[in-house]
């Protein structure tokens, strides 16, 4: 189908490590959201794009994590010398209008060691 | 104080019981207001949004309560597959903000 998706569903990083996780909008899609959910947690915002722009970060707990969507369309988290706090799933999803947001990707989980 | 708070539960309830939720948010501007449902290890998926004037989808009905600021959702005749956590997700434009969740086991 032509949900949202996210790659690599899994991921075990060691501290320290840099990663990078993707993200594929629904073709089309204007809005795209990144969430952090921990374990037991409801998701956490972390950023929003508007096509290419990058319009609240408010949501990105360090400047160890940094996000970009330059052609407005896939997108990629970066987090840069991960901590074991980093250990989460990230959730993306995307939506065709800026209010809301449509489907969730499956996520990314991730644990750092 | 978190914006947008919940019972966490666990709630167990036999099948065919009726159950509810309450959620409560602290920011009186918010516009949209939805109920997600997760299954574990899986994505959040809308389950319904919730409207001023309450709305029933099927077996389940939202209320809003815009003046004491919360959310309910009332599930009727309970089935297994009901089981999963009930996420609150209130809005204000692009910013969607999450409840913890309420877990609800659906027992035979």
């Known amino acids: 189908g032509a949900g949202v998706s996210q790659s690599p569903r899994y991921k075990v990083a060691k501290r320290g490590q840099d990663v990078a996780l993707r993200c594929d909008p629904i073709?089309?899609?204007?809005?795209l959201f990144w969430y952090q959910q921990a374990l037991g947690q409801g998701p956490e915002f972390l950023t929003y794009f508007q096509n290419e722009a990058q319009l609240d970060k408010s949501g990105l707990p360090s400047d160890r994590f940094f996000a970009e969507r330059p052609e407005g369309s896939v997108s990629t988290l970066k987090i840069q010398r991960t901590q074991q706090e980093d250990s989460a799933v990230y959730l993306c999803?995307?939506?065709?209008?800026?209010?809301?947001?449509?489907?969730f990707g499956p996520g990314t989980r991730l644990t750092v060691l | 104080r978190k914006e947008v708070e919940q019972d966490p539960g666990p709630f167990n309830v036999p099948e065919g019981a009726t159950v509810a939720f309450n959620c409560t948010y602290s920011?009186?501007?918010?516009?949209?207001f939805f109920w997600y449902r997760q299954d574990c290890r899986k994505e959040p998926k809308l389950l319904m949004s919730?409207?001023?004037s309450g709305n029933e989808d099927g077996r389940f009905t939202a209320q809003l309560n815009r003046a004491s600021q919360y959310i309910s959702l009332l599930i009727r005749d309970s089935k297994l597959s009901d089981s999963a956590t009930y996420l609150c997700?209130?809005?204000?434009?692009?910013?969607?903000?999450f409840g913890a969740g309420t877990r609800l086991t659906v027992k035979p």
């Open positions: 919730v409207y001023s």
């Open positions: 999803a995307s939506s065709l209008s800026t209010d809301r947001h449509g489907p």
């Open positions: 997700v209130v809005g204000l434009h692009n910013d969607m903000r």
């Open positions: 920011n009186s501007a918010s516009q949209s």
């Open positions: 073709s089309g899609h204007v809005s």
